[in-house]
């Protein structure tokens, strides 16, 4: 049982570079959420999939576009990679809505734009 | 809207408690704890929703005062193991957005 599995665990862009994060969970979970976490600032939500089917984005959407591929995965795009998008971009999934149901987190991306 | 978190950083020797604390600005349906390592992923503590259900590990003690919009978490007797990063997450409406504070950076010394 993986949990939320992220590809690739690191990567260089430069700048203007595209690029896809994957993610997939084997919970069973109808709910998929990107994060990207900066030193000090926390977690912040770039976007989220409450079902399949279903994307809305979060806090900081400016940038990324996602796909919700089917109930296992969801992958962000970055279209044309700025350096402030320089990041570590964590992946989770939750049974139903945060209201209830806890965070799985994947072991992130660590991405470096030059 | 961001939740507080307070304090910011503290450092116990072990055995000792700690208390975090997280405040929100808006209403809150539930409260999340997570606990971050260093170049980890953040790992679910505690649940507290508004009513009064928990969910979590045994261990954790936490409590959510609904009228005042906070949630504190309690660590007692601590271990080394409680090193690292302590996030509250909030949830404001009920559906799936989660929003972070900062984190509080705990350290455990012998």
């Known amino acids: 049982n993986a949990g939320v599995t992220q590809t690739p665990k690191f990567q260089v862009l430069k700048t203007g570079q595209s690029m896809t994060l994957q993610c997939a969970q084997d919970?069973?979970?109808?709910?998929m959420y990107w994060y990207r976490q900066d030193p000090g600032m926390g977690l912040r939500l770039i976007y989220y999939?409450?079902?399949?089917?279903?994307?809305d984005k979060g806090e900081v959407p400016n940038g990324y576009n996602v796909s919700r591929l089917n109930k296992r995965e969801f992958s962000l795009r970055l279209e044309s990679a700025a350096p402030s998008q320089t990041s570590v971009y964590f992946c989770?999934?939750?049974?139903?809505?945060?209201?209830?149901?806890?965070?799985?987190f994947g072991n992130g991306t660590r991405l470096t734009v030059t | 809207q961001q939740p507080v978190q307070s304090p910011q950083a503290v450092i116990l020797r072990e055995g000792e408690d700690a208390v975090i604390n997280c405040s929100s600005s808006?209403?809150?349906?539930?409260v999340h704890w997570y606990r971050q390592k260093h170049g980890e992923a953040p790992v679910f503590l505690m649940i507290?929703?508004?009513?009064?259900e928990q969910k979590g590990h045994e261990k954790i003690s936490a409590s959510f005062n609904e009228k005042k919009q906070q949630s504190s978490l309690y660590l007692t007797a601590s271990q080394l193991s409680y090193s690292g990063t302590y996030f509250c997450?909030?949830?404001?409406?009920?559906?799936?957005?989660?929003?972070f504070g900062t984190g509080t950076q705990l350290k455990v010394e012998l």
């Open positions: 919970m069973n979970h109808n709910s």
């Open positions: 507290l929703l508004k009513g009064g």
């Open positions: 808006k209403a809150l349906y539930s």
């Open positions: 989770a999934s939750s049974a139903t809505g945060t209201g209830g149901s806890p965070l799985h």
């Open positions: 999939s409450a079902s399949e089917g279903t994307t």
């Open positions: 997450g909030i949830n404001t409406g009920g559906g799936n957005k989660l929003t």
